[in-house]
């Protein structure tokens, strides 16, 4: 017989489990990673940001400076104060420029010294451009112009050197955020086959599983078949053998009630009788001593004739053969058959029956001796009902009372009466129900068909 494995192998559920989890580690591990590279994608942006308004207010500086430079110097040239305009409405956002640049937070300290320099410049120089507007007609205005070019060639070069290394800043940062992408390329291609692998991992499994699951089911289908097969074989065994049992049984009992009835039967009624015939036939005087033995004697056989009789009645239901089932019947309900109290019987059997072969007739018999006996047994009634009816094509037996009643679900080993009752209804393809509940009474009704009665 095959071993059947309980369930499904414990390493594939296990491999499962583990497969699970490291898809879940991998997961998570893949989240952070897109985390971080999103913050760092984010912070590049913002330092890219900074650094180019950086370089837009360095730009913005010098064209302003430049532009009121050129200014003041075409007032100076032509005394048209239109020239100024540059200068005067420069002011404003050269000092903006200023006050970003110096609040912008420079990477190193040489930066922002040189801001620091270049913030004094350029204050210088428009004090230089205030100072040369107002002595424009003025013969020493060339002087100024000579150091104030130094100055600006000064401011030139200081914003050439933070634009120059915040352009750098910038190279860098954008070739940092080319790294991080490419970084986040290889961790997002190397995380996604890995997942990927786990997933076919995990269809793999379940399809394993699936499959280990289909083939323990057909396993169990066939062995449940297989067991069920020999139940029905040993069933129809054991039921063929109760049968045969039940047979010989009665045969035997019929034999014994013959041999008791016809031969000890005669031997016993010679003897007595013979018995009888000394009595009378010796003379009186010679009869009166031995009067009490000879009328014990008599007694003795006449007590030996009537255990026989009751002994073949017992074996062979005496009015069966005789009479038929009906006055059987009658006759299991009276007083002096060995129930004591048969009188609170209630008998309710037909005047005519078709007529039954004596198997069924013995059935029918022995399961309303039974029924009754267990009834004296175990049931403490008060009231009994014996009935017997041909409904339809069927004879029907039903023995009813309303004693203690029973569980019938719970058949106790060891116990035949019901079960025999059973097995004779089964043999004739019959229908039997047993209907009682503890403190309920109890109703047995055995339905034979008459077809099965006839064959
Ligand atoms: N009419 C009844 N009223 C109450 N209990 C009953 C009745 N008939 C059967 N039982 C219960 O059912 C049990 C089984 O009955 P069954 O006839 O099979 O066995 P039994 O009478 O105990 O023994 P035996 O094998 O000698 O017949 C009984 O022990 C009894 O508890
Ligand atoms: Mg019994």
Redesign the pocket.
Known sequence: MPRLPSRLPRASTLLLLVVLLLGFVLGAVWLMAAQHHAEASRDALQKLQQQSSRVAHLDSLLVHLLDAESGVRGFILTGDPVHLAPYRDGAGDIEIALAALRAERWPDASQRDTVEQLARRVETRWALLARAIERSASPEAGGDAESGQQITQDIRSFVETLRTQTMDQINTTILSSFDNLRDARRTNTVLGMGVLALLATIIVLLYRQDRLSDQLGALLQSENERLQSLVEVRTAALSNLATYLTNAREAEKESLARELHDELGSLLTAAKMDAAWIVRKLPGEAIAPLRERFDRLLDTLSQIISIKRRVVANLRPPLLSDLGLVEALRSLAQPGTGEEDGGRITLDLPDTLPDLPAPVSLALYRIAQ??L???R?????TQVRLSLAEEADRIVLK?E?N????N?AV??P????????THRVQMLAGQLD?D?RPGG??R?VARIPLAAAER
Do not use: K, W, Y
């Not at 004693?403 to 029973?406: H, I, N, R, S």
């Not at 060891?414 to 009752?421: A, P």
């Open positions: 039974e029924a006996t267990n009834i047994r175990h049931a403490q009634a023995v009372d004693g203690t009643g029973f019938p058949r106790q060891m116990r035949h009466g019901l079960t025999g009752i047993i009682s009474g109890t047995i």
